[in-house]
Each structure stands twice: as structure tokens, then as C-alpha cells.
């Protein structure tokens, strides 16, 4: 047993994301909870910090592994268990939000970038990070204060923000694909940090048909095996790319149907 007891701030975070629930059995606790090092030897930190119940609590000090019985939770385990009560108890306070590359009129290789928080409660924060890729290479983050995961911006609900940022000169001349990919850390109001799947938007250049713009891309990942740095399988942003750009915008449209011709009586 560890004898490093936590700070104060500490334990109230990790009270409050659990909700006075036991991280191991999820039972409510009230008053009859305690904090457990996960890890022995380990820090008097929040990562090492674990609420269980008095019975949870006992379970854990006294197992023996000279003489086992039953499985022993495992560092990892534990970790993994306090993040699904955490969550439970904690996902009420993400609102819904929405994050949209579009295009700048100045064109490449500037970007605008809006955030919303589309919910009437809470206010929260978000961690923003634009990776910038082009043909398969990663060109690195986005070298600007609110887009490269360094300060977080304030979402109170029902408001947000327009911004623009620039994509690296290389990007400008792209030959196959340029996506940014989007990174987003939601904070809640208790400091808990919630972490979106990550998703990307893919630039289109202008053509005789379509304005410039971007639309968006929910696997990032994919652009590596879709567009490998070395340019074994190039992907071409050309009018199939459009049409599912527009069909993801606005879902496709039924062809009409057409009029019958005058003095030709439809089947019965």
C-alpha cells in the first residue's frame, strides 16, 4: 500500500467525475468512499487515483498472489474501469457541437474554421488540432494559437466562433489530395477531458462545374492507404470525388419521375 496520500485536488476531481461511485462496482457511495492507488509504487497523481467503495477497497489491498484466488485486477483493468464510470457519470455534461473547415475567398492557402456549441447547457472547452496532409505526408500541425492543441477555446452554449488558419505553402500545389485532419478535446465543466473520434476535410479544387471548397472526410486514417507518401496508389480528386462530396452534403436525390406524354393513360 502506497503511503503517498493525494493532494485535495485530486480527490475532488476524481469525486466528482465518478459521482461518488464506486469505480469498480459502480455502486453510489455517499460518504462511505475512499481513493486507492491503482499502482503502488506509482505517483499521488490523478492517473493513479481510483474512488472505490469500503468492500471494493478491501478487496483490492488484501488479495494475495502468493495465494491466489479468483483473477486479480490488473493495473490497466482498473484504469479502463474508472474511465467507463467517469464517462457514464460525466457524458451528460458534452454538449453537441459542431466543427467545419470550409473555403477562405482568399484561397489557398488560407482555411476558414468554425466551432459551435449547439447545446443550451453547459459551457464547456475545446482542445483544437489541425494536422495538415498532403499526398500522404504529414506536414505537421497547424501553426496557429487556437489550432494547434495549445490553448483551448471557451464554448459557451449556443455560440461559437469563426476563424481561418493557413496550410503550409507546400500544401498550395498538392498533386493528388490535401486533407487537414481535425483532432478535438472537448473539456467539461469539472475539467474532464472527452476526446472526439478524430475526422478530416478534403480540399477540392475549382472546376468549370464546382467552386472550390472542402468536404468532409469521417476516416482520416484512410488517407495513408488511400494516398501512401511514395504515391503507389494515387487518388485523383476528379468528379467522383465531387459527386460523393455533394452526396455527402446533401444526400442523393431521387431522379424525378417523368410525366406521362399527353393522350397515353398510365398502367393500372
Known amino acids: 500500500m502506497s503511503s503517498k496520500s493525494f493532494p485535495d485536488e485530486v480527490v475532488q476531481k476524481a469525486l466528482l467525475w465518478c459521482n461518488r461511485h464506486c469505480c469498480v462496482c459502480g455502486k453510489q457511495c455517499g460518504v462511505n468512499i475512499e481513493t486507492h492507488h491503482i499502482d503502488p509504487k506509482g505517483k499521488a497523481d490523478q492517473d493513479n487515483c481510483l474512488p472505490v467503495c469500503f468492500v471494493c477497497h478491501a478487496a ?34 458534452v454538449p453537441p457541437t459542431r466543427f467545419v473547415i470550409s473555403h477562405d475567398p482568399r484561397g489557398l492557402p488560407y482555411a476558414r474554421f468554425k466551432a459551435m456549441n449547439l447545446g443550451s447547457y453547459p ?45 503550409p505553402e507546400e500544401a498550395v500545389a498538392y498533386q493528388r489530395r490535401l486533407l487537414v485532419r481535425v483532432d478535438v478535446v ?35 486514417e484512410a488517407d495513408e492507404v488511400l494516398n501512401p507518401a511514395d504515391g503507389d496508389a494515387p487518388v485523383t480528386p476528379g468528379p467522383k470525388a465531387r459527386e460523393e462530396a455533394r452526396e455527402r452534403g446533401r444526400g442523393k436525390r431521387r431522379p424525378a419521375r417523368k410525366k406521362p406524354r399527353a393522350g397515353v393513360a398510365g398502367g393500372g
Open 186 to 220: 472537448i473539456i467539461d465543466p469539472y475539467e474532464r477531458e472527452h476526446p472526439l473520434l478524430p475526422f478530416g476535410f478534403v480540399h477540392l479544387r475549382a472546376d468549370g462545374k464546382e467552386p472550390e471548397g472542402w468536404y468532409y472526410e469521417p476516416s482520416p
Open 60 to 93: 483490492l489491498e488484501h488479495y494475495s498472489d502468493a495465494h491466489p484466488r479468483g483473477r486479480k485486477f490488473r493495473i490497466e483493468e482498473l484504469k479502463q474501469r474508472r474511465e467507463q464510470v467517469y464517462e457514464c457519470q460525466t457524458r451528460h455534461l
Open 123 to 167: 459551457p464547456v472547452k475545446a482542445r483544437l488540432k489541425l494536422t495538415t496532409f498532403v499526398d500522404g505526408k504529414n506536414l505537421g500541425v497547424v501553426q496557429r494559437v487556437h489550432y494547434d492543441g495549445s490553448i483551448p477555446v471557451n464554448l459557451n452554449p449556443q455560440q461559437g466562433f469563426n476563424g481561418w488558419f493557413v496550410v
